[in-house]
C-alpha cells in the first residue's frame, strides 16, 4: 500500500508541473487562440467570407489544434528534462 500510495503521489505532482508548464507556455504565447466548443457557433467569429468558405474554418482549426500539440509536446518534454536532472542529482549524492 505504501509503494502505490508513493506512485500516485509522484504521479499527481507530476500531473501539477505539466498543468503548471502548460499554463506558463499558454500565458507566453501571445497568438494563442480557442477553439470554439459548440458547432452552431463555430462561424460566429468568422467573416462572412469565412462562414461561406468552411475550409478556412478547417483549416484554422486544424492549425490551432497542431499549436495545442505543440504546446503539450514542449510541456512534456520540460518536464521529462526536469526529471532527468532531479535523478542525475540523487544519483551524485
Known amino acids: ?24 507556455l499558454i500565458n507566453k504565447d501571445s497568438d494563442f487562440e480557442f477553439i470554439e466548443e459548440d458547432s452552431n457557433d463555430l462561424t460566429s467569429s468568422y467573416s462572412e467570407k469565412d462562414t461561406l468558405n468552411l475550409s478556412r474554418v478547417i483549416e484554422k482549426n486544424r492549425k490551432i489544434i497542431k499549436r495545442y500539440q505543440a504546446i ?22
Do not use: G
Not at 500500500?1 to 506558463?24: C, G, P, W, Y
Not at 520540460?78 to 544519483?91: C, G, I, P, R
Open 1 to 24: 500500500m505504501i509503494v502505490r500510495a508513493f506512485i500516485i503521489n509522484q504521479l499527481s505532482e507530476r500531473r501539477k508541473r505539466l498543468h503548471d508548464l502548460l499554463l506558463t
Open 72 to 93: 503539450v509536446r514542449t510541456a512534456v518534454t520540460l518536464d521529462a528534462l526536469m526529471d532527468s536532472e532531479n535523478e542525475e542529482n540523487y544519483k551524485i549524492k
